[in-house]
């Protein structure tokens, strides 16, 4: 199973980016997935989580300008970042709870795409 991360990059405070994450290889079931940041010297923090049923939950600081959403055909998780500030500048990682085969449930992370927010 391995977790593919893209869309990070540079962008201008109060600007716009997305993210999406796309799971492959073979497993039973993709459950929750969501997505976590850590900024230099910070540990890692969470972002946003969506269920498989599309319940989702927010890191308050990220409220109302962040959106995750998922694909569960394509195995793919996005996230929507909008109003972009400077203390968003972190490593952004994806991360997906995989029931692998029945009976064996695992924890998977994506490699991280940079986001760096900076005029």
């Known amino acids: 199973v391995q977790l593919q991360a893209s869309g990070g990059g540079l962008v201008q405070p109060g600007g716009s980016l997305g993210l999406s994450c796309r799971v492959s290889?073979?497993?039973?079931?993709?459950?929750?997935m969501g997505w976590y940041r850590q900024a230099p010297g910070k540990q890692r923090e969470l972002v946003a989580t969506?269920?498989?049923?599309?319940?989702?939950n927010y890191a308050e600081s990220v409220k109302s300008r962040f959106t995750i959403s998922r694909d569960n055909a394509k195995n793919t998780v996005y996230l929507q970042m909008n109003s972009l500030k400077p203390e968003d500048t972190a490593v952004y990682y994806c991360?997906?709870?995989?029931?692998?085969?029945?009976?064996?449930?695992?924890?998977?992370w994506g490699q991280g795409t940079q986001v760096t927010v900076s005029s």
């Open positions: 290889g073979s497993f039973f079931s993709l459950n929750d």
């Open positions: 969506i269920s498989k049923g599309g319940t989702t």
């Open positions: 991360n997906a709870q995989i029931t692998v085969r029945l009976g064996f449930r695992a924890n998977y």
